[in-house]
Nanobody
Framework: QVQLVESGGGLVQSGGSLRLSCAAS????????IGWFRQAPGKEREGVGC????????YYTDSVKGRFTISRDNGKTTVYLQMKNLKPEDTAVYYC??????????????????WGQGTQVTVSS
């Protein structure tokens, strides 16, 4: 089973940028859709976006469209979440998760099989 490790979180000022990485070990990600999720204090975890493994199609929640971009590396072991024009409301713990299938069901992969441990993103105003 693929294991996922997120990195790249930190503290940034409003309007700044961060790039999160979701690195796989134990397997490649060439057959798994990968989703990014976030959970802010006191709120439920929400889907941020998803990338399919078949054609690289991406899907984003409305609040991050135009600011966040999900991509894969050619080696198929890392998925990235590039975040630009960050806002204080983007503050959360960000997680990546792998789906069993290669496609996304809207904002999330289908049949989630593995989660990373999360990385904190804090945006100051």
């Amino acid at each position: 089973q693929v294991q996922l490790v997120e990195s790249g979180g930190g503290l940034v000022q409003s309007g700044g940028s961060l790039r999160l990485s979701c690195a796989a070990s134990g397997a490649t990600l060439d057959s798994n859709a990968i989703g990014w999720f976030r959970q802010a204090p006191g709120k439920e975890r929400e889907g941020v976006g998803c990338i399919s493994s078949s054609d690289g199609s991406t899907y984003y929640t409305d609040s991050v469209k135009g600011r966040f971009t999900i991509s894969r590396d050619n080696g198929k072991t890392t998925v990235y979440l590039q975040m630009k024009n960050l806002k204080p409301e983007d503050t959360a713990v960000y997680y990546c998760a792998a789906g069993f299938d290669h496609y996304c069901a809207g904002l999330v992969p289908t049949r989630l099989v593995s989660w990373g441990q999360g990385t904190q993103v804090t945006v100051s105003s």
